[in-house]
């Protein structure tokens, strides 16, 4: 079974960038569409962001513009750059296939707040 562990997170102040990351076990991670997920509090966990295996590429309308997603796939890692973050984006945020089939992993913290 594939394992994800999400780091990357932090504070940061509006307008500010954050590079998050999803390093994966396991040698069939390059055959899935992966995913970055994230959950604010009191609110539904959302799909921010997908790539597949050929590395095309879907952003929610919230995000679109501002973050860019990519793979390394000789890493067995997923990326998520993030650009002119706003409060509202603050949130735990998690890679997971798409769908999300795999054990969901602790994810990572990002608060953006002046």
């Known amino acids: 079974q594939v394992q994800l562990v999400e780091s990357g997170g932090g504070l940061v102040q509006p307008g500010g960038s954050l590079r998050l990351s999803c390093a994966a076990s396991?040698?069939?991670?390059?055959?899935?569409?992966m995913g970055w997920y994230r959950q604010a509090p009191g609110k539904q966990r959302e799909l921010v962001a997908t790539?597949?295996?050929?590395?095309?590429?879907y952003y929610a309308g919230s995000v679109k513009g501002r973050f860019t997603i990519s793979r390394d796939n000789a890493k067995n890692t997923v990326y998520l750059h993030m650009n002119s973050l706003k409060p509202e984006d603050t949130a735990v945020y998690y890679c997971?296939?798409?769908?999300?089939?795999?054990?969901w992993g602790q994810g990572t913290e990002v608060t953006v707040s002046s």
């Open positions: 997971n296939a798409r769908p999300p089939v795999l054990d």
């Open positions: 396991g040698s069939i991670f390059s055959i899935y569409t």
């Open positions: 790539i597949t295996s050929g590395s095309s590429t």
